[in-house]
């Protein structure tokens, strides 16, 4: 990628109600509305400097300035909070505020011209969308069915049995009904719907993990598997100093994305024919469960991605 020239940056701190601007070039910073008038006062300014616009992702604030910037053609770049933070840590700085923040955003933009990615297709975000909310009301379910079986074990009121029921037949609706709203968007286009059956075609990925896949990770079937690892937070991260090897361990990454990949990965240890060897090979060499499901889970995702770039179906005699 080109590099990108300082007086072309601007870096903003999102919240709910603010927009923190630092504009690298001459210093200077500004604080607008996180709404529609603030986010065309933005725009005017980025078409005026011809600047990238750069900003963390903030679970979901920053969707609709993004929205914005895209549709005004202005070039722009979501940043991976964690490497922000590293970035702060690697130049001594220790105080955070909104106005530090934006500056450190732009000064790591022009550091690593090459980070961060471009606001998904509409698609993709309603995808996104829908299998966070999905995520949400199958975790709230769980926390549910156990507090029921902590009330059965120690008694309670015979009352709120009733309660219970009709709160999990709610949650089973709501799911059902986002399933289904999941599935009328894949099928709303030969590529999306392409690709989930290429990724359902492996032994182990499901509907749920197809469409987390598909929503989480738009890169897939564009870079490299060692890209794809890193990209979920499955890549191995060594920690060797001198004739030290220490252990290796998994980070970063998607996590919402790596905890789907680990339960699909937990099927594919038992029933995907070569997962399956591989696994018990590592069982048989003594690795600990995590360790095995983990690899699996990396295997699982460095396939994925091949197939969607030859766009293959599964076949056992690829590992």
Not at 157 to 162: D, P
Not at 252 to 276: C, D, E, T
Request: with cysteine; charged share 25%; hydrophobic share 45%.
């Amino acid at each position: 990628m080109d590099i990108i020239s300082q007086d072309q940056i601007i870096g903003i701190d999102v919240s709910r109600d603010w927009l923190d601007v630092h504009c690298l070039a001459d210093g200077s910073h500004q604080r607008l509305a996180n709404n529609d008038e603030g986010h065309a006062q933005l725009t005017k300014v980025a078409h005026t400097k011809r600047a990238l616009v750069c900003f963390e992702a903030t679970g979901g604030q920053e969707w609709r300035l993004w929205a914005a910037l895209e549709a005004a053609g202005i070039a722009n770049r979501q940043l991976p909070p964690a490497q922000i933070k590293a970035f702060a840590t690697s130049r001594g700085t220790r105080a955070k505020t909104d106005r530090i923040d934006a500056e450190l955003i732009a000064r790591f933009m022009a550091f690593r011209p090459d980070a961060g990615r471009q606001l998904p297709h509409k698609r993709l975000r309603l995808l996104r969308a829908l299998t966070g909310k999905r995520g949400q009301l199958v975790e709230t379910r769980k926390r549910l069915l156990m507090q029921i079986k902590a009330r059965h074990r120690h008694g309670g009121e015979a009352g709120l049995e009733q309660m219970d029921v009709d709160l999990r037949a709610l949650l089973d609706h709501q799911v059902t009904m986002l399933e289904s709203r999941i599935e009328e968007v894949i099928n709303t286009t030969a590529e999306l719907n392409g690709t989930a059956n290429i990724l359902r075609s492996i032994p182990g990925i499901g509907p749920v993990a197809s469409t987390m896949l598909i929503a989480e990770m738009p890169e897939l079937g564009q870079v490299t598997g060692e890209q794809a690892a890193a990209l979920t937070g499955l890549a191995p991260i060594a920690h060797d100093s001198g004739a030290l090897r220490g252990k290796r361990a998994i980070g970063g990454g998607r996590r919402m994305l790596r905890h789907v990949l680990f339960q699909a990965a937990l099927v594919a240890s038992h029933h995907n024919p070569v997962l399956k060897i591989f696994a018990d090979r590592l069982r048989q060499a003594g690795k600990p469960h995590k360790v095995v499901i983990t690899a699996v889970a990396r295997k699982l995702v460095t396939i994925a991605n091949a197939l969607c770039k030859t766009q293959t179906k599964w076949a056992p005699q690829i590992t």
